[in-house]
Nanobody, 122 residues
């Protein structure tokens, strides 16, 4: 089992910044992907940013150039630095860990944090 403990989030004005952090513990596979998803009211949960165990990053188009994802494998943490925040960034943000067994991506299992509210409002 894997547990994900999130911190950060809150209320920020447009143009401001927030930093989300997530600490993972438990059975973390060597081959994994850590990332952040978000879900706005009336919307589907969507990936925001992900980083593989090899350090390859991927961002949703609307956050490119504004958000930065990083991971610290010594501490089993992943961080999302969010700058130049906009109203449309308002959502519940979820930490995610994808364990990939035996190199078979199709058999991976996703673990989720509890979610943290990010509200961008003037």
């Amino acid at each position: 089992q894997v547990q994900l403990v999130e911190s950060g989030g809150g209320l920020v004005r447009p143009g401001g910044s927030l930093r989300l952090s997530c600490a993972a513990s438990g059975n973390i596979f060597n081959d994994n992907v850590m990332g952040w998803y978000r879900q706005a009211p009336g919307q589907q949960r969507e990936p925001v940013a992900r980083v593989t165990s090899d350090g390859v990053t991927d961002y949703e188009d609307s956050v490119k150039g504004r958000f930065t994802i990083s991971r610290d494998d010594d501490k089993n943490t992943v961080t999302l630095q969010m700058d130049s925040l906009k109203h449309e960034d308002t959502a519940v943000y979820y930490c995610n860990l994808e364990n990939i067994p035996a190199g078979v991506r199709e058999w991976s299992y996703h673990y989720w944090g509890q979610g943290t509210q990010v509200t961008v409002s003037s």
